[in-house]
């Protein structure tokens, strides 16, 4: 069982930037890959960020060159900075994190992005 524990959401005006963060419970080197996702009030969940081990990031087209995902492998840590944000990056941001054939998720935290 793996557990994940996100942090960093909140209020932010238009334009601003916040830091999401993501505790694993295991060495992330047992992890295939993590990811973040959200999911938006009426909308599915979507993929917004990935970085498998030992490969290269990939991120939605509505968040590439704003959002940048990151891990910290000593402190089994994975990171989501969002720059410049906008209305519509409003939602709830969940970690996740694959051991095939098991995918994990952490409880998810609010980001709000409101003038």
């Known amino acids: 069982q793996v557990q994940l524990v996100e942090s960093g959401g909140g209020l932010v005006q238009p334009g601003g930037s916040l830091r999401l963060s993501c505790a694993a419970s295991?060495?992330?080197?047992?992890?295939?890959?993590m990811g973040w996702y959200r999911q938006a009030p009426g909308k599915e969940r979507e993929l917004v960020a990935y970085i498998p081990s030992g490969g290269r990031t990939s991120y939605a087209d509505s968040v590439k060159g704003r959002f940048t995902i990151s891990r910290d492998v000593a402190k089994n840590m994975l990171y989501l900075q969002m720059n410049s944000l906008k209305p519509e990056d409003t939602a709830v941001y969940y970690c996740n994190a694959g051991i095939p054939p098991y995918e994990y998720w952490g409880q998810g935290t609010q980001v709000t992005v409101s003038s």
């Open positions: 295991i060495s992330i080197f047992r992890i295939n890959a």
